[in-house]
């Protein structure tokens, strides 16, 4: 026997259907053959941009343990110092 047809002898309501756990993105296309909305452009770009900042914070900690904290710790000496 069907579901529907069980649900219907007890007596119970139609199955609703599942909701979706992830909404689906309707914002538009940015170009209509390429399946990339706008919303996933925007997130593309903050996520790079974070990014970038991580990458720059980075290289700034890695130049001054190079520069100041390697030297002053007596890891390695500079060859540009007389």
């Known amino acids: 026997m069907g579901e529907a047809r069980r649900r219907s002898a007890q007596g119970l309501p139609p199955r609703q259907p599942k909701k979706d ?11 209509s053959w390429i399946p990339l909305t706008r919303n996933q452009a925007q997130q593309f770009v903050a996520v790079t941009t974070r990014g970038a900042w ?12 190079v520069r100041f904290i390697g030297p002053a710790a007596g890891w390695w000496t500079l060859a540009d110092t007389p």
């Open 21 to 31: 756990a992830s909404p689906k993105d309707t914002s538009p296309r940015i170009v």
């Open 54 to 65: 991580i990458g720059i914070g980075a290289m700034v900690v890695f130049w001054v343990t």
